[in-house]
């Protein structure tokens, strides 16, 4: 499986779905709580331009937010980026 990051907060809704919509799929991620370090939001801005959570990474590529990623899924884009190592 490749290494899957998102940016998020537990509170977030958007962050919870997108959560979900990985761990449905048997994905393993790390999160990284913005939150909990606050300095998080200044790396999100580099490397995404976006001041938003969730932000999500598959293998070093910026998938983008919960949006993003359900739409990967509905386009059946994101089964097969789940499986490249």
């Given at each position: 499986m490749?290494?899957?990051i998102m940016y998020a907060f537990d509170a977030c809704?958007?962050?919870q779905r997108a959560r979900a919509l990985l761990d449905r799929k048997g994905a393993v991620y790390t999160v990284l709580d913005v939150e909990r370090d606050p300095r998080l939001w200044l790396e999100i801005a580099?490397?995404?331009g976006r001041n938003t959570v969730p932000q999500i990474?598959?293998?070093?590529r910026h998938i983008g937010g919960c949006d993003d990623l359900v739409a990967l899924d509905q386009r059946g884009e994101l089964d097969p980026l789940l499986k490249t190592p």
């Amino acid at each position: 499986m490749p290494n899957i990051i998102m940016y998020a907060f537990d509170a977030c809704p958007y962050c919870q779905r997108a959560r979900a919509l990985l761990d449905r799929k048997g994905a393993v991620y790390t999160v990284l709580d913005v939150e909990r370090d606050p300095r998080l939001w200044l790396e999100i801005a580099e490397r995404t331009g976006r001041n938003t959570v969730p932000q999500i990474f598959i293998a070093d590529r910026h998938i983008g937010g919960c949006d993003d990623l359900v739409a990967l899924d509905q386009r059946g884009e994101l089964d097969p980026l789940l499986k490249t190592p």
